[in-house]
């Protein structure tokens, strides 16, 4: 099995839009105000969706070409 890309890794995009989520809700009072109150709920569906993710994929990634 070949190594696909880093940028093709869903588990490492579902990051980057968490982190991206995260930067908007520093930057967007309401934005930050609903992470706030919903973190719990937030905190959880990241992590299952990264548990579904990291569970289901058989892929190695190249970060380095």
């Known amino acids: 099995m070949k190594p ?3 940028f093709l890794s869903k588990t490492i995009l579902v990051q980057l839009i968490a982190a991206i989520a995260i930067a908007i809700g520093v930057f967007v ?3 930050g105000a609903f992470l706030q109150v919903h973190f719990a709920e937030a905190g959880m569906a990241w ?3 990264n548990g579904i993710l990291r569970f289901i994929t058989k ?3 190249k970060i380095i070409s």
């Open 4 to 6: 696909k890309p880093w």
């Open 29 to 31: 009072p309401s934005a």
């Open 47 to 49: 992590a299952i969706i």
């Open 59 to 61: 892929d190695e990634i």
